[in-house]
Nanobody, 121 residues
Framework: QVQLIESGGGLVQTGGSLRLSCAGS????????MGWFRQAPAKEREFVAT????????TYADSVKGRFTVSRDNAKNTVYLQMNSLRPDDTAVYYC??????????????WGQGTQVTVSS
């Protein structure tokens, strides 16, 4: 069992940066790939980024490639999402998830409660 808690969301202007954190509980945290997803109002939840359990592999959605960076610190049971050059269309609730390495919702087993990111124009 893994419990996940996101933090770091907030309001930022276009072009600004935020760093999201996702703290996990449980000794098995380091065994899971960690993904970030987001959901904007009236839209489906979409993949943002993922990182493998051993930090070797990362994958990004095309919409965030070159602007967002996912990283993790297994010693701290924490995964991060550094978001730069933010745009209004990045506005969404951001969720972290633990599971199998992949880009689909179904591959992740444990989910956090989400943190709101709002980018003003």
């Amino acid at each position: 069992q893994v419990q996940l808690i996101e933090s770091g969301g907030g309001l930022v202007q276009t072009g600004g940066s935020l760093r999201l954190s996702c703290a996990g509980s449980g000794r098995t945290f380091s065994r899971y790939a960690m993904g970030w997803f987001r959901q904007a109002p009236a839209k489906e939840r979409e993949f943002v980024a993922t990182i493998s359990w051993n930090v070797i592999d990362t994958t990004y959605a095309d919409s965030v490639k070159g602007r967002f960076t996912v990283s993790r610190d297994n010693a701290k049971n924490t995964v991060y999402l550094q978001m730069n050059s933010l745009r209004p269309d990045d506005t969404a609730v951001y969720y972290c998830a633990a599971g199998h390495y992949g880009i689909t919702y179904a591959e992740y087993v444990y989910w956090g409660q989400g943190t709101q990111v709002t980018v003003s124009s």
